[in-house]
C-alpha cells in the first residue's frame, strides 16, 4: 500500500513539475511577445520618423513584415506548445483521478477486511472467554469427584481393614473353636 501511495506521489510530483514547467514557458513566450511587441511598437515609431526617407522606409517595412512574420510564427509555435501542455496536464489529472479512485476503492476494501476481521475477533474472545468458564466449571466439578473419590477410597480401606480384622477374628475364634472342639472329642474319648 505504501508503494502505491509513493507512486502516486511521485507521479503527482511529476506532473505539478511538468505544469510548472509549462507555465515558466507560458510566461517565457509571454515575454518574448511582449519583447517582440515592443519591437515592433519600435519599429512603427521608426517607420514614421523616416517616412522622408522612402529607401529607409521600404527597408523598415520589409523589417516589420519579417518581425511580424517571426512574431506570428513564435506566437503559433507558443500556441502549439501550450495546447500539447494543457494536453499533458489535462491527461495527468485523469490519471491521478483514476489512481486516487483506485487508491480509495482499495482503502475501502482493506478497511472493510479489516472490519471483519475485528468482529472476527470479538466473536473468537466471547468464544474463548465462554470456553473458560466451561474449563473452570469442568475443573470444579473434577475437583468434586476428587475429593469424593478421595472419601470413598478411605471408606474403601477402612470398610476392607475392618473386614480383615473380623476375618482375622473370626478365623482365630474358628481355630479356638477347633482347638475347643477337638478338646472336647478327646475328653470325651
Known amino acids: 500500500m505504501t508503494r502505491l501511495l509513493q507512486n502516486i506521489q511521485d507521479q503527482m510530483q511529476r506532473r505539478e513539475e511538468d505544469a510548472a514547467e509549462a507555465h515558466g514557458r507560458e510566461e517565457a513566450s509571454d515575454q518574448r511577445l511582449q519583447q517582440l511587441q515592443t519591437a515592433l511598437n519600435t519599429l512603427e515609431a521608426r517607420c514614421l520618423r523616416c517616412s522622408r526617407s522612402c529607401v529607409k522606409e521600404q527597408g523598415l517595412e520589409s523589417r516589420l513584415r519579417e518581425m511580424e512574420e517571426s512574431s506570428k510564427n513564435s506566437s503559433a509555435g507558443l500556441s502549439r506548445l501550450l495546447l500539447a501542455q494543457q494536453k499533458t496536464i489535462s491527461c495527468y489529472k485523469e490519471e491521478a483521478k483514476q489512481l486516487t479512485q483506485a487508491f480509495q476503492q482499495k482503502l475501502s476494501s482493506l478497511r472493510s477486511e479489516l472490519n ?10 466471547i468464544q474463548l472467554e465462554a470456553d473458560h468458564q466451561k474449563i473452570l466449571e469442568y475443573e470444579r466439578q473434577v475437583s468434586e469427584h476428587q475429593e469424593k473419590n478421595t472419601h470413598l477410597q478411605r471408606r474403601l480401606t477402612q470398610a476392607e481393614q475392618r473386614a480383615a480384622s473380623k476375618s482375622q477374628q473370626l478365623s482365630v475364634m474358628s481355630q479356638r473353636r477347633g482347638a475347643a472342639s477337638m478338646m472336647d472329642l478327646e475328653t470325651l474319648l
Request: aromatic share 0%; net charge neutral; glycine share 0%.
Open 116 to 125: 471483519r476481521q475485528k468482529q472476527q475477533a470479538q466473536e473468537l474472545e
